[in-house]
């Protein structure tokens, strides 16, 4: 029989950079009862993002970051969507590069993850942010 659970993940943000949020989506697994299946994480914004991203060694989430600052600088003459400042329009540029939502198997009732994976929220904007991760699980029991 196929067993559907969803729940809503907070992440308070300290402002730019990757928060892993892994810990956190394998504890609303574990309390899903799902062995195997699948799990979608959807973020409900528009200036940050979901990655699956190394885990292992902070240089790589660093060096996506120094990346992505130069390939859409806050600086870009050409933005008009300023309103909120002139981080706004780089961080929808960035979240529209990058992805919403995540599909990660489930075996074994674990996240089939791959050994230096973990799951990312990227946040884009300067100031802090409390932002919303729909968690939803579907599988066996």
């Given at each position: 029989?196929?067993?559907?659970?969803?729940?809503?993940?907070?992440?308070?943000?300290?402002?730019?950079?990757?928060?892993?949020?892994?810990?956190?989506?394998?504890?609303?697994?574990?309390?899903?009862?799902?062995?195997?299946?699948?799990a979608?994480?959807?973020?409900?914004?528009?200036?940050?993002?979901?990655?699956?991203?190394?885990?292992?060694?902070?240089?790589?989430r660093?060096?996506?970051?120094?990346?992505?600052?130069?390939?859409?600088?806050?600086?870009?003459?050409?933005?008009?969507?300023?309103?909120?400042?002139?981080?706004?329009m780089?961080?929808?540029?960035?979240?529209?590069?990058?992805?919403?939502?995540?599909?990660?198997?489930?075996?074994?009732?674990?996240?089939?993850?791959?050994?230096w994976?973990?799951?990312?929220?990227?946040?884009?904007?300067?100031?802090?942010?409390?932002?919303?991760?729909?968690?939803?699980?579907?599988?066996?029991?």
């Amino acid at each position: 029989m196929i067993h559907v659970a969803q729940s809503t993940l907070t992440v308070v943000t300290r402002g730019k950079g990757l928060r892993e949020i892994t810990v956190d989506i394998a504890r609303q697994l574990s309390d899903s009862g799902i062995k195997a299946g699948q799990a979608t994480v959807f973020c409900r914004h528009t200036s940050c993002s979901l990655v699956i991203m190394e885990n292992a060694d902070p240089s790589a989430r660093h060096d996506l970051e120094v990346f992505f600052e130069h390939l859409v600088p806050e600086s870009f003459p050409e933005f008009t969507h300023v309103l909120e400042g002139r981080d706004d329009m780089p961080s929808h540029i960035k979240m529209a590069l990058t992805r919403s939502s995540e599909t990660i198997p489930i075996s074994d009732g674990r996240l089939n993850l791959g050994t230096w994976q973990g799951i990312f929220l990227w946040e884009h904007r300067a100031r802090p942010h409390r932002r919303e991760i729909i968690v939803h699980f579907m599988g066996e029991d």
